[in-house]
């Protein structure tokens, strides 16, 4: 009997926990601002259920984003047979803005908690990184240290934030910021390669 009650028990943590963690995703699909407290709500628990199974919001959110965000390979499938670094590291930037404007209630929240506590940094995801380093990969350093120098400007110019400094800062719309990053990255890009022309 008791052994039934505890298994019982380990059932219903894993549905509530289950609970939190899909009412966190839905959020993030939503494109809506994704707090603990409306987390909570939608998954029917009190907010202090939820900071039982999630010390904070940085940690629900590393556990719901895994699912939304598609790897390197399959976000670039559509760009895998160029030859052209500059078009593959724009589909990147457009690839990744997209997925940033489709999920920024997520996203801001990320952002925000990480800033605030600087400790945190490492548990933001670094999709930008990854898709930066598949865009490319197939090529060779154009001069010495270039591809890690245009890698540290990709990281800038195509990122999250730069996104909402365009749209909240100089009043872009989502698809004119991202137009504008995907154009940066594919300067900076092109530039990189000059020298090997």
Not at 30 to 37: D, F, I, K, N, Q
Not at 74 to 84: I, N, Q, T, Y
Not at 94 to 103: D, E, F, K, Q, T
Not at 149 to 157: D, I, T, V
């Amino acid at each position: 009997m008791e052994a039934e009650t505890a298994t019982g028990r380990a059932n219903q943590k894993a549905r509530t926990r289950r609970a939190i963690v899909d009412a966190c995703r839905d959020l993030a699909r939503s494109g809506a601002e994704v707090t603990m407290p409306r987390v909570a709500k939608a998954a029917l628990v009190s907010e202090a259920t939820a900071y039982r199974y999630f010390p904070d919001l940085t940690s629900l959110l590393q556990e719901a984003l895994v699912a939304v965000w598609p790897g390197p390979e399959e976000a670039l499938a559509p760009v895998a047979a160029s030859v052209d670094p500059a078009e593959r590291v724009a589909f990147a930037t457009g690839y990744l803005l997209r997925h940033v404007h489709a999920h920024q209630g997520a996203v801001r929240a990320m952002i925000s908690t990480t800033i605030t506590a600087p400790a945190r940094s490492g548990a933001r995801p670094g999709m930008r990184f990854a898709l930066i380093d598949h865009a490319l990969a197939p090529f060779a350093d154009p001069s010495p240290g270039a591809l890690a120098r245009l890698k540290s400007s990709l990281a800038l110019a195509c990122g999250a934030e730069a996104f909402f400094v365009l749209t909240d800062l100089c009043g872009l719309s989502p698809d004119d910021a991202i137009a504008t990053a995907v154009d940066t990255a594919a300067t900076l890009t092109r530039a990189a390669f000059a020298s090997e022309t």
